[in-house]
T-cell receptor, first 113, second 115 residues
Framework: SQELEQSPQSLIVQEGKNLTINCTSS?????LYWYKQKYGEGLIFLMM???GGEEKSHEKITAKLDEKKQQSSLHITASQPSHAGIYLC???WGGGSNYKLTFGKGTLLTVNP | NAGVMQNPRHLVRRRGQEARLRCSPM?????VYWYRQLPEEGLKFMVY????????ESGMPKERFSAEFPKEGPSILRIQQVVRGDSAAYFC?????????????FGQGTRLTVV
C-alpha cells in the first residue's frame, strides 16, 4: 500500500479559483516536502515543513503540516495557468535524514484560463 | 549559483548497451541522491552518495546498476546491459548536508529510453 496518499489524483480548476491538495501519511511524519513538476521536467522545490502545526507561504501557495492527523495540505489562492503541473509531497523516513524521501504519486493540476 | 545539472537530458540506448547518467550537484553540496521515476509510478529512492562514498544503496537494483561520486567530477549512475524496463526518468538531487531539515534540490532529470 502507498505510504503517502495524495488527493485528489487530478484537479481541473478555472483560473482565479482556490484549491487544496492533500497528502496523507500512513506513518508518523517527521517533516514534509512539497515539490512541483512540470510534465517532462525536473522537480521544483516549493516548501519544507518541519514540525506539527507549521504553516508556510510562498506567493499564493500555502502549506500546512498536521502531525496528529499525519497530513499536510497545499492551498493555492487565486490560481493561475502558471500553477499548472504535478504536485508531489515527500516524507523523510530515512532514519533521521532527508535523503530517503518517499513520495506520493502526485496530483495533476490543470488551470483553465 | 547554478542548480543541480544533469546530462544528458535525453538518452536513447539499444537493449544490451550501457547508459551513463551524470549529475553535478549545486556548488557547495557534497551529498548526492539518485531517484528513478517509472511511468505510472512515483519517484523512488535509489542511492545516496557523498564524495567517494556510497552511504545507502538500498534502492538500487541488485544487478547492472552502479553509482559513484568521485573526488573530482560529477556523480555517475551507470546502467549496464540496459533492458526496456530501465526506461524511466532518472533524477539527481543534492544537499549541503544530511540533516533532517535540509532542503534537497533536484535536477531536470535524464530521460532514458531503451529501444
Amino acid at each position: 500500500s502507498q505510504e503517502l496518499e495524495q488527493s485528489p489524483q487530478s484537479l481541473i480548476v478555472q483560473e482565479g479559483k482556490n484549491l487544496t491538495i492533500n497528502c496523507t501519511s500512513s506513518k508518523t511524519l517527521y517533516g514534509l516536502y512539497w515539490y512541483k513538476q512540470k510534465y517532462g521536467e525536473g522537480l521544483i522545490f516549493l516548501m519544507m515543513l518541519q514540525k506539527g502545526g507549521e504553516e508556510k507561504s510562498h506567493e499564493k501557495i500555502t502549506a500546512k503540516l498536521d502531525e496528529k492527523k499525519q497530513q499536510s495540505s497545499l492551498h493555492i489562492t487565486a490560481s493561475q495557468p502558471s500553477h499548472a503541473g504535478i504536485y508531489l509531497c515527500g516524507a523523510p523516513w530515512g532514519g533521521g535524514s532527508n535523503y530517503k524521501l518517499t513520495f506520493g504519486k502526485g496530483t495533476l493540476l490543470t488551470v483553465n484560463p | 549559483n547554478a542548480g543541480v545539472m544533469q546530462n544528458p537530458r535525453h538518452l536513447v540506448r539499444r537493449r544490451g548497451q550501457e547508459a551513463r547518467l551524470r549529475c553535478s550537484p549545486m556548488k557547495g553540496h557534497s551529498h548526492v541522491y539518485w531517484y528513478r521515476q517509472l511511468p505510472e509510478e512515483g519517484l523512488k529512492f535509489m542511492v545516496y552518495l557523498q564524495k567517494e562514498n556510497i552511504i545507502d544503496e538500498s534502492g538500487m537494483p541488485k544487478e547492472r546498476f552502479s553509482a559513484e561520486f568521485p573526488k573530482e567530477g560529477p556523480s555517475i549512475l551507470r546502467i549496464q546491459q540496459v533492458v526496456r524496463g530501465d526506461s524511466a526518468a532518472y533524477f539527481c538531487a543534492s544537499s549541503p548536508d544530511r540533516g533532517l531539515n535540509t532542503e534537497a534540490f533536484f535536477g531536470q532529470g535524464t530521460r532514458l529510453t531503451v529501444v
